[in-house]
C-alpha cells in the first residue's frame, strides 16, 4: 500500500497542478472559450452531457477495443509465420517497414470508401494504427531468444514444437507487450480518426460537431475522455503483461 501510494501522489499532485495553473491562467488572461476554456467550464460540460458522453464513449471504446483485437491476432500471427519461415520473413518485414512510410492518416478516406460509414471502417483505421507496433515488436521478440537456451534444449532431445512453444514464444512475451502496449494507447487515436472521417456518433463525431460550433468547453470533454480512455486501455495492458509474466517466471522456476 505504502508503495503505492508513493508511485500514484507524486503523479497526483502533479496533475492537481496542470488543472490549478489551467483554471488560473485562462481566467487571469480571459482566454476565449473557443480557444481554450476554463477547466471548471469543461468539468461542467462533462457533468451536464454525462448521459450522451457516455453513449459516445462506450461506442468509440469498442471500436478500440475490436479493432486492438484483431491487430493482435494479426500482428501475432504475421510475426509467427514471419518467425517460420524465412522466406515470409525476407519479403513481408521489408513490406510491413515501408507501410509505415504512407501517412496512415492518407490511408484513412480510402478505408472509409471501401467499407463506408460502418462500424468496419473505423475498425480498419485502427487496426493501421495498431497492427505495426505489434508485429514488429513481437517479431524482434522472436529475434532476440537466447540462442544458449535453445542449443540447451536441442541438446536435451527438444522437437521443434517444444523450441517453438517453451522457448520462442516466452523469450517473445517482453517484445509483444511493449507493442500491445503501445497500440493500446494509439488506438483510441485511430478510433477517433476513423469516426471523424465518417460516422454519426462516437467521441469523434462528437468533438468535430462541437468544434464546428465554437463550443471549445464540449471539445476538450470529449478530447480529456479520449486520453482517460487511452490511459485505462494502457493500464489493462501493463496489468495483464504483469500477470502474464510473472506466471511465466514462476513456471521457469518450476521446471528448473
Known sequence: M???????????L??????????LLTTVFEVPHYIVPRLSDVLASLWENRLLLGRHFVLTLGEALLGLGLSVLFGVSIAIWME???????????????????????LSPIMVMWFGYGV???????ILFTFFPIAVNTSDGFR???????????????????LFLKWKIPSA??????????????SVGGAALGEWLGGESGLGVYTKRASNMLRGEAVFSGVLLLSLMGILLFLAVRWLES???????SSDEKEM
Open 2 to 12: 505504502k508503495k503505492s501510494v508513493k508511485t500514484v501522489l507524486p503523479v497526483f
Open 14 to 23: 502533479f496533475i492537481l497542478l496542470l488543472a490549478a495553473l489551467w483554471e
Open 84 to 106: 517460420r519461415f524465412n522466406l515470409a520473413k525476407r519479403t513481408l518485414y521489408p513490406l510491413i517497414m515501408a507501410s509505415q512510410t504512407i501517412p496512415i492518416i492518407a
Open 120 to 126: 468496419w471502417s473505423k475498425i480498419s483505421v485502427v
Open 144 to 162: 532476440t531468444a537466447d540462442p544458449g537456451i535453445g542449443e540447451l534444449m536441442r541438446t536435451m532431445g527438444a522437437s521443434k514444437r517444444d
Open 173 to 186: 512475451l517482453p517484445g509483444f507487450f511493449t507493442g500491445f502496449k503501445l497500440a493500446a494507447t494509439i
Open 243 to 249: 500477470k502474464v509474466l510473472a506466471k511465466r517466471g
